[in-house]
């Protein structure tokens, strides 16, 4: 049962059960893109954290020109934070963010052969900045990054579990 719905979200009860999902359970995708030996991370601001975060470029599947896809969504999304282009996109398989609370899920994809064709940092004032990390100082640069007092993003464990779990 629907007890109230944003533009955005809707907050919905199912028996004793409260959680919330995405308006139009609209779907979202994360992108794992590489340039040489460099991951590529977006930060920017979130408002429910009340601070900058620190995650892998993501972004809304519809929320293009309507005629949309996972494929054409990374694409867009990552050219729009990012300035990349990718040759291809891989499909790795669709997560769950946090399924105890909300109904979120996102299709986790690679992007392949990255080409900077602009300046990136997202569109109406995102203020999304881009991080070409070397893959050998990930963990370094998200302790930095943690220690400035900048949210780290959950997804950023698929890039730490290495070393988290030896």
């Not at 199912?14 to 977006?42: C, F, P, S, T």
């Not at 050219?79 to 996102?106: D, K, N, Q």
């Amino acid at each position: 049962m629907v007890k109230w719905q944003g533009k955005y979200l809707t907050a919905v009860t199912r028996g004793r059960w409260e959680y919330v999902e995405r308006a139009r359970r609209i779907a979202a995708v994360v992108i794992l893109a590489q340039v040489d030996d460099k991951v590529v991370l977006v930060e920017q601001p979130r408002t429910p954290i009340g601070r900058r975060c620190l995650e892998l470029p993501a972004g809304l599947v519809g929320d293009g020109d309507g005629n949309d896809d996972v494929e054409r969504a990374a694409l867009r999304e990552l050219r729009e934070e990012t300035g990349f282009t990718a040759r291809g996109i891989e499909v790795l398989g669709e997560f769950y963010s946090s399924p105890g609370m909300v109904a979120e899920h996102f299709t986790l994809v690679r992007a392949h052969g990255l080409t900077r064709v602009g300046a990136g940092g997202g569109v109406d004032g995102e203020d999304i900045v881009t991080h070409l990390v070397p893959r050998g100082e990930i963990e370094a640069f998200v302790a930095a990054k943690r220690a400035a007092g900048v949210g780290i993003d959950v997804k950023l464990l698929l890039l730490l579990s290495p070393g988290l779990i030896g």
